[in-house]
């Protein structure tokens, strides 16, 4: 595997834990109990921490990168492993 795959790779896990984890641990100010900002929307969080958002979704996406790479390098789950329709008709080795 090139290494620009691993870095595209990473990046995707990246960016899709970065979005998973943004909902986590945010609070509203109705729910802390601090004053609103006059025009502040109800959703707006108040304690949102963009540091820990990168820091959290860097580690995630390290470790489901290694486990993708090393699957691939292993072979431990494949294509015919997760196939839960069967082969379709005609591409069958009894076909040709």
Do not use: H
Request: aromatic residues 12%; without cysteine.
């Amino acid at each position: 595997m090139k290494i620009t795959s691993i870095v595209a790779i990473y990046a995707l896990f990246w960016v899709m834990s970065a979005f998973l984890l943004l909902p986590f641990g945010v609070r509203t100010a109705d729910e802390v109990g601090a004053e609103k900002v006059p025009g502040q929307a109800d959703s707006a969080p108040v304690n949102f921490r963009p540091g820990r958002l990168v820091l959290r979704a860097t580690a995630i996406a390290a470790l489901l990168s290694a486990l993708y790479i090393a699957n691939y390098l292993e072979g431990w789950v494949t294509i015919e492993d997760i196939n839960i329709f069967g082969t379709p008709p005609g591409y069958g080795p009894e076909d040709n």
